[in-house]
């Protein structure tokens, strides 16, 4: 019988910097780099803000968004829907939790509901392919001739609209922060929320401790944050990857 010697380790090929602190200065941090958070960051650095975004992947890829979006929800204000923001909200509070699992609180999703429309132009002006420009679905039944916007799931109402190149939405998103001197950091797992001093301190190998004036937290979709006995948290995800679950709502629920 062959014998094998388990005893050997192999070195950690990366630097691990334990003792040494980088301090970062902004106006504003996020939390999270997702859809919503590239979003948060890309606005505030139009407004003239110094901007940080941190995510515990790589920016460019990261969240449930990473692989792509094929369909864009609760954009009432696209001139084809045939459903206001107010009648969106009352269809949701009448489905009740499971529709604020999808959308958040009722104030966010009456946010979504008002503005999800203006945020994917905003995505198509960076050169992400919404419509069919190609008219590869000319005459389809959930095309619209005149905008060439198509649209899924409910084809009366118009609420929903397909993202005919929507693979690419983070690239364009990340580009975007990159173009408007977005400061991005990757693969930093926030461990901690320190107001006194206004720190904020992520660890990957090094510490880094982050000043600023507010931060934003850009989470992703979490049914529920419970935290039984024996002090462990745990989240409960409504059909949902795990990579729905921030570490921003974790460090606003211990904090």
Same mark, same amino acid.
């Given at each position: ?26 106006? *504003? $941090?996020?939390? !999270?780099? #997702?859809? @919503? &958070? ?5 606005? /505030? ?13 790589? *920016? $460019?890829?990261? !969240?449930? #968004?990473? @692989? &792509? ?5 609760? /954009? ?19 489905? #009740? ?29 960076? #050169? ?128």
């Amino acid at each position: 019988m062959t014998e094998f010697d388990n005893t050997q380790t192999t070195p950690w090929p990366y630097p691990t910097n334990y003792g040494k602190e980088n301090e970062v200065t902004a106006d *504003v $941090i996020i939390l !999270g780099g #997702g859809i @919503a &958070g590239c979003h948060a960051a890309v606005h /505030a650095a139009r407004r003239g803000a110094k901007v940080v975004i941190v995510d515990k992947g790589p *920016v $460019i890829r990261s !969240g449930s #968004g990473g @692989a &792509g979006v094929d369909h864009w929800h609760a /954009a009432c204000t696209n001139p084809c829907s045939n459903v206001t923001p107010d009648e969106m909200m009352e269809a949701v509070r009448v489905f #009740g939790d499971y529709s604020y699992g999808e959308f958040g609180n009722g104030i966010t999703c009456y946010i979504q509901c008002k503005e999800s429309y203006d945020a994917l132009m905003d995505v198509e002006k960076m #050169g992400v392919k919404v419509r069919d420009v190609d008219d590869e679905f000319v005459g389809a039944e959930f095309r619209d001739e005149k905008t060439k916007l198509m649209f899924a799931y409910d084809y009366e109402n118009r609420t929903c609209i397909r993202v005919n190149g929507g693979a690419h939405i983070k690239v364009a998103l990340y580009n975007e922060l990159r173009r408007l001197g977005v400061q991005i950091y990757d693969r930093i797992m926030v461990t901690s929320l320190l107001t006194e001093g206004a720190d904020l301190r992520p660890h990957h190998g090094n510490q880094f401790a982050y000043r600023r004036r507010e931060t934003r937290g850009a989470p992703g979709r979490c049914h529920r944050i419970q935290r039984p006995h024996r002090g462990v948290l745990h989240f409960q995800c409504q059909g949902c990857d795990p990579f729905h679950v921030c570490v921003c709502r974790a460090m606003g629920f211990l904090h």
